[in-house]
Structure formats: structure tokens, C-alpha cells
């Protein structure tokens, strides 16, 4: 994969079993952590509700 990008950026989209994966073999420069809220489910009950 690195010989592929030729020096430039990979993203990496997934959960932590893949970013540590890349992290033991020391593939990692940098890390972004992005978080989303996800809804609860009493949120989602009233939605269907109407």
C-alpha cells in the first residue's frame, strides 16, 4: 500500500482493531480522531412516532 501512494497520504476509515493493525507496524504519522454522536434509542422511538 505505501508503494502504491508514492509518498503521499493514506486515509485510513475504520475502527480501532484497524488503526492499531497500522499503528504496530509503525505505518502511522499521524492520527485524526473523528467522532459522531449517535442517537439514542429513546430518540429514535419518538421519531417513529412522529
Known amino acids: ?3 502504491a501512494a508514492r509518498g503521499r497520504n ?5 475502527g480501532g482493531e484497524l488503526v492499531g493493525a497500522f499503528a504496530d507496524r509503525g ?15 429513546r430518540a429514535r422511538r419518538c421519531r417513529r412516532d412522529g
Open 10 to 14: 493514506i486515509r485510513l476509515v475504520g
Open 1 to 3: 500500500m505505501t508503494a
Open 27 to 41: 505505518l502511522l504519522d499521524e492520527l485524526v480522531l473523528a467522532l459522531h454522536r449517535s442517537p439514542s434509542a
